[in-house]
């Protein structure tokens, strides 16, 4: 799917958005609540409706046999470890060939020590999986946490239900902490026994008590309403963010801040977060990303777009991604003219060098939905820019498009238009 993508005409003014529910926090509590005897299930209002919490409630509901994936690398990593403790179950996990890619070995290789059976059915170390459930033992393993840290999740959500519990220690620097000191608050919130050491994390066995979920804005999405209101200087009121909250990209508000964007309660919007355009942009911008590596797209973007340079490291895992984002964002600027540079395999820098462009681009979301939706606010500098691989906005945040035209966007499709032509 192809959209020409044309901005508002006027200043936003009073836009107000109602976020997607937290991708991450809805992920990790479906795992929890299938792992919490007496849990109460389908609560759909306190779980994010997108492709990835789709794919797991599939998964539960199955409980066996050929489960499909998609293109979820966290679907798939969560569900590895909840089949592997399920006694008696047996599973294949597949999906798309990008996540046949992603690495698993990590993984893999730490539940195998615990005692679980897993195959990999094509190439080790990668899906599609054959995983027979039984009861793991667990003890201590060493997990290589700088490629993600979703490996750790993963393991720390089924750790109580093994006979020792689970001692965790990491090797090399972790990518994405955040995401990990969530998955360990929402055990603490569901009565989980959880120790934590800066390179260590410990779980006792237990017994997962059932909690009552409360629905929160996406924080990771909010920076795409984010660059909007930095490119724009327009003013956006987002009604269910919380500013108190597991979600480490949270961040997105104090980088941007550097970008020209003020983060304030609402006076007029109870409980609600106003995004206010400010004078005061950085002349440049070092970040060390390695805590939120899924603001890059966003930072980047508005980056080159308002002519901020900018060094962003951290970004190591961001190659193995929905797609390789490193190179994308470096192949999708060059399109606008900005030469955007990788830093090996962990980072980007724009120094501000531009080339000319001669024609009108057509941008490539690269089947990502972050790519997607930080490439369509360009409209703000380019009317009528093309953007393909739209439909990808479903893995995260399905309304994604129907808000913005909302807040005053116009798209047309862009396939329709070139035959009607």
């Known amino acids: 799917m192809r959209y020409r993508i044309f901005a508002p005409e006027e200043m936003i003014e009073d836009a ?34 997108c492709d990835d919490t789709a794919v797991i409630e599939k998964a539960l509901a199955q409980g066996g046999g050929v489960i499909d994936a998609g293109a979820s690398g966290a679907a798939l990593r969560f569900l590895t470890a909840y089949f592997a403790v399920q006694d008696g179950v047996e599973v294949e996990l597949r999906g798309t060939a990008r996540l046949h890619e992603r690495p698993m070995g990590v993984l893999v290789d730490a539940l195998r020590e615990c005692g679980a059976e897993i195959e990999c059915l094509e190439k080790e170390g990668f899906a599609p999986l054959r995983v027979k ?13 700088t490629v993600s840290s979703q490996f750790v999740s993963a393991l720390l959500m089924v750790a109580p239900l093994m006979e020792e519990g689970l001692t965790v220690r990491f090797e090399g620097e972790p990518v994405s902490l955040p995401y990990v000191l969530m998955t360990v608050g929402m055990m603490e919130q569901r ?40 490119l724009t200087a327009g003013w956006i009121t987002v009604t269910n963010l919380k500013m108190e909250t597991l ?30 355009p400010s004078p005061e942009v950085y002349g440049r911008l070092d970040l060390d990303l390695t805590d939120n590596p899924d603001l890059a797209p966003s930072l980047a973007v508005t980056c080159c777009l308002i002519g901020v340079p900018f060094r962003f490291t951290g970004l190591q895992s961001l190659g193995i991604k929905e797609c390789d984002r490193l190179q994308a ?37 690269h089947n990502d939905h972050r790519m997607a939706m930080a490439l369509a606010p360009v ?19 399905p309304g994604y498009w129907e808000q913005l035209q909302a807040i005053g966007f116009r798209l047309e499709d862009a396939d329709c238009v070139e035959e009607e032509v």
């Open 329 to 365: 964002i470096c192949d999708e600027m060059d399109k606008l003219g900005r030469v955007v540079e990788k830093i090996r395999d962990f980072g980007l820098e724009w120094d501000g060098k531009t080339h000319p462009v001669a024609e009108m681009p057509v941008l490539s979301a």
């Open 379 to 397: 409209s703000v500098y380019v009317p009528g820019i093309v953007v393909d691989g739209c439909e990808s906005v479903t893995k995260s945040y």
């Open 191 to 230: 009565g989980i026994d959880v120790e934590r050491e800066p390179l260590t994390v410990r779980v006792s066995p237990g017994r997962y008590r059932a909690f009552a979920e409360k629905g929160e804005g996406d924080w990771s999405a909010a920076s795409f309403w984010y660059e909007i209101s930095a």
């Open 133 to 145: 459930g039984c009861r793991l033992k667990g003890g201590e393993v060493k997990v290589d946490v």
């Open 16 to 49: 107000v958005v109602t976020l997607p529910l937290s991708k991450s926090l809805s992920t990790r509590a479906l795992i929890m609540d299938a792992l919490t005897e007496d849990a109460v299930a389908g609560n759909r209002e306190c779980v994010a409706e």
């Open 247 to 276: 979600q480490g990209d949270r961040a997105a508000a104090r980088y941007f801040e550097c970008l020209g964007v003020l983060t304030q309660e609402s006076e007029e919007h109870e409980g609600c977060v106003e995004l206010a």
